[in-house]
């Protein structure tokens, strides 16, 4: 396990270069130059003032110089200056980082906790009132878009029940913990209801799929109990499916977080990227696209350590039988 | 009922249970205004940034600004500094050699008012003023506008409030301190020790909430960088006390959550300034009339379509009328904005004293927009599209912001009215990344391109008219001039103007130069944009000025009307 998950390290932080190295060209590449577009609307701005900025920047120097630069403050720690935020990129993207985390685990947790249950009450009965009600569920979640749905949940639960603020992290002069819970009910709902219905859906194909193995019906016929067939024999199995589905979930869950995000102008990572790469701010969005990355990688990693937790016939060498 | 199913149960009852223990904040003791940004940094000298100068305007007065009647108002100062008052001297500038340079400069005095105060209790003082002119004029400081704090060769210190700036040009606007920030020299000193990382150790940036960084009505408490910002009452502010204990302003970017916030009590007021775009307030004032109050104040964004002078269909004034007269201005004013964002004939705002009401203007008449067109040769129509004689067809491309409503609905508009004198025009946007950082910067647009331009009142149109302001690769793309106007006789007019101190001719040569603008016409003027304030019923005193500086700039006369005080 050990020199297993020392070369998946190895691995991810080769992606990690590669990924900067690539983001940060691509950065360069996209066109739209950070100065104008800093200065675009002033019409007092002299092009004096443009040439001596792009300088300060070090926008007039080469690619690859800036880039090495970069790298060799990065492995030192400092992760360079945001222009849009005039901080040091560490001092935005850490709070938002944690804040992001915060959000996406609750949602991931919460869509866990629904999802797992669901998919095996639906695949235990296929086709019956429950297993329908809960396909249209899944349906419903999976269409309705999350800016539609946050709207719907803050016009709800905010203006017309008041029972949970619309926006922000905490209120202003408060910041207790059942006022942060409260402040979080309303993202961690809009943010999981896609997920919920994805791990649903997923969840119960595997169940459904796994209740027909013979394993599953020689089990019956040695009179197991049904709860034991079912949670310790079939659910175990259709979670390894599952748990692939959900760790590349929990990365795709930043893309979504920016909706969220920016619905409820809750303070995350996935806006700031956003931001970040419409406004040509190089280190705040290549930091924070390695950082989505690096997010990605751990999930993977922890999706591998988890198949062989689930079935220990899975052994942690980089090939995996089952 | 099983037993998972009455645990889930259970879990629900008390997650209900325990958020039902928040209750939101309610005091009409403090004001909470929504907007759509949040500033990059609350520095006064770094950046030029709405946003930032909306919140400064409760916090961080200057030297003089411009006032609701678009003249020139002292903040700081006791008296603007005029020649008829003897607080402006001219002089003759002398060369390197000590000889007279053929040209007069001018020293402005002026005097910091007695109960000038940060907000730690320490007076304003010029020491203030001389560090400020020291971290303005460093190039390595960050400054955007590097060239006003440049143009000042010297502040000679009389007392501890009175000083002389030094100016080796004169121009008419020698008696105004422009963009002059003050910063608390006894606090940022340290920070500056470093000219190049000031931007990042300066303590608006590192402690913002240090009461001496401000010396408004209110000084910022707390500061959630991206979220809000939290000001409560300068102890030490010796005009009028503002009637609002602290004032929360709330960053909600996008506006369909702020309009839900709004209704939900969490904000208050959403700020015309950085707030709703005027179709969106438009709605919502259809829905909300009788829960708030709206203003509409039209003001200095002026909207516009910059023609590319180098396509040789456009070269041709002739066509360029014809696509203004072709366009119905006055409805698309009407129609889309309910009338709250008046047309504009020429770049000066009619709020402005420089304006000329005597401009040629082009009314909607399409029967005139084609008689020019057939003057101009395009006089052959196939499939509803004029040609040439040659077969040249009279196609033309616009762009602007993609992503932005209003712009692309106009777009759409015009096109529409464009294709009924046989003028097609095709619509190509781009991210304002782009369309900005690189298509206007480099005049890489074909034909048109709409976008808005910001100013003072009584601007001079240097950057964006003057011919050698023209971006080219040979100036490696400086200068605003994206339309690529040439016109010696316009040069004459903006270098006329600059110089001319008496406001009655001022006032005859922006005549002149307005009547060429609107004769030549580099550009086709749309519309005056207006904001849209959004106020609840009680909250009274709130005049928007239409320009630069902010509505806050005057927040002590914002008040509840609830309040018997």
């Known amino acids: 396990m050990t020199a297993f998950l020392i070369r998946r390290l190895g691995q991810a932080l080769l992606v990690l270069w590669l990924m900067s190295f690539v983001t940060y060209g691509l950065l360069v590449l996209m066109p739209g130059d950070p100065v104008d577009l800093m200065l675009a609307g002033d019409p007092n701005v002299t092009a004096a003032d443009v040439t001596r900025l792009r300088a300060l920047h070090g926008l007039d120097r080469p690619f690859i110089e800036r880039y090495g630069e970069w790298l060799g403050n990065a492995v030192q720690g400092d992760f360079g200056y945001s222009r849009l935020f005039a901080a040091p990129v560490t ?29 095996v009450l639906a695949a235990r009965h296929p086709g019956s009132l429950a297993d329908r009600a809960i396909n249209l569920f899944c349906f419903a979640g999976i269409s309705v878009p999350p800016f539609w749905l946050a709207l719907l949940l803050i016009l709800l639960f905010a203006v017309a029940l008041g029972l949970f603020p619309a926006s922000g992290m905490a209120t202003i002069g408060d910041g207790g913990l059942a006022d942060r819970a409260a402040h979080l009910v309303l993202p961690v709902l809009t943010l999981a209801a896609a997920s919920v219905a994805q791990y649903t859906r997923h969840g119960r194909a595997a169940m459904v799929e796994v209740l027909r193995e013979d394993y599953i019906r020689t089990a019956r016929a040695k009179g197991a109990r049904e709860r034991t067939i079912l949670w310790r024999h079939g659910f175990r199995n259709a979670l390894i499916p599952l748990v692939t589905i959900m760790a590349l979930d929990f990365g795709a869950l930043f893309s979504g977080a920016l909706i969220t995000e920016t619905m409820f102008a809750y303070l995350g990572i996935g806006k700031t990227i956003y931001d970040a790469v419409m406004g040509n701010d190089f280190n705040l969005a290549l930091v924070g696209l390695l950082l989505a990355t690096a997010v990605t990688l751990a999930a993977n990693i922890a999706a591998d350590v988890a198949y062989g937790l689930i079935d220990p016939r899975i052994r942690l060498t980089g090939r995996k039988s089952a | 009922m099983r037993r998972p199913t009455r645990l889930f149960v259970l879990w629900l009852l008390l997650l209900t249970a325990s958020l039902s223990l928040y209750r939101p904040a309610e005091a009409r003791e403090q004001l909470v205004i929504g907007m759509t940004q949040f500033p990059s940094t609350l520095n006064p000298m770094i950046d030029a940034m709405l946003v930032k100068t909306y919140v400064l305007g409760m916090a961080q007065r200057q030297i003089a600004i411009f006032g609701h009647d678009w003249e020139p108002v002292c903040i700081w100062c006791t008296e603007l500094p005029t020649f008829e008052n003897g607080r402006a001297k001219r002089f003759p500038v002398l060369d390197a050699d000590g000889k007279p340079a053929g040209k007069e400069g001018v020293r402005t005095t002026y005097t910091i008012k007695p109960g000038a105060f940060w907000g730690d209790g320490t007076p304003i003082t010029t020491e203030d003023v001389l560090f400020s002119w020291e971290v303005g004029r460093h190039p390595e400081t960050g400054v955007s506008d590097l060239n006003s704090y440049q143009e000042i060769v010297d502040i000679e210190v009389e007392d501890e409030r009175t000083f002389t700036i030094v100016r080796n040009k004169i121009d008419y606007r020698y008696n105004t301190p422009g963009d002059f920030n003050l910063l608390p020299a006894h606090l940022e000193r340290d ?28 000084r910022v408490s707390e500061l959630s960088e991206g979220a809000y910002i939290v000001l409560v009452r300068n102890e030490h502010w010796q005009g009028k006390p503002p009637a609002f204990e602290r004032i929360v302003v709330k960053t909600i970017e996008k506006t369909a959550a702020l309009e839900a916030n709004l209704l939900s009590g969490a904000i208050d007021y959403i700020a015309g300034e950085a707030g709703l775009t005027l179709d969106q307030a438009l709605g919502f004032e259809k829905r909300h009339s009788e829960t708030f109050d709206f203003i509409y104040k039209p003001g200095l964004i002026y909207e516009h379509i910059e023609f590319n002078l ?111 004198v046989g003028v097609e025009v095709t619509i190509r946007n781009e991210p304002a990344r782009v369309f900005f950082g690189e ?6 647009f074909p034909a048109m391109a709409m976008f808005a331009w910001l100013s003072a009142p009584e601007s001079l149109p240097k950057t964006t008219l003057y011919s050698t302001s023209v ?52 550009v086709l003027p749309l519309y005056f944009r207006s904001n849209a304030y959004i106020l609840p019923k009680w909250l009274k005193g709130l005049r928007p000025t239409g320009h630069k500086y902010s509505s806050t700039y005057w927040i002590e006369q914002w008040r509840d009307s609830s309040d018997a005080n």
Request: hydrophobic share 40%; no cysteine; net charge neutral.
């Open chain 1, 91 to 119: 001092d935005i993207l850490a709070p938002r980082l944690l804040n992001s985390l915060l959000l996406m685990g609750l949602a991931f947790a919460l869509a866990v906790a629904i999802a797992l249950p669901a998919s």
């Open chain 2, 191 to 218: 920070a500056f020790a470093v000219p190049r990382d000031y931007k990042t150790r300066t303590l608006y940036k590192t402690a913002p909430a240090t009461p001496g960084l401000y010396n408004g009505p209110y």
């Open chain 2, 310 to 420: 180098d396509n040789p269909i456009l070269a041709d004034v002739r066509v360029r009328r014809a696509l203004l007269h072709a366009i119905d201005r006055q409805a698309i004013s009407d129609r889309l904005f309910a009338g709250n964002q008046p047309v504009a004939h020429g770049a000066v705002n009619p709020l402005d004293w420089a304006y000329h009401k005597d401009l040629p203007t082009y009314p909607f008449d399409p029967d005139r927009a084609a008689a020019l067109l057939d003057e101009a040769g395009w006089s052959k129509i196939e499939d509803g599209i004029r040609h040439r004689p040659d077969g040249t067809r009279l196609s033309l491309e616009i762009m602007t912001t993609s992503g932005n409503r209003i712009r692309e609905l106009v777009e759409q508009v015009l096109q529409n009215f464009w294709k009924q």
């Open chain 2, 439 to 444: 298509t206007v910067r480099k005049r890489a």
């Open chain 2, 471 to 522: 971006p080219t690769e040979a100036n490696n793309w400086s200068g605003q001039n994206a339309t690529g106007y040439r016109n010696a006789e316009m040069d004459r007019l903006i270098d006329a103007i600059e110089v001319e101190l008496d406001r009655e001719k001022r006032r005859a040569l922006w005549a002149e130069q307005q009547t060429l603008y609107a004769t030549d016409l580099p």
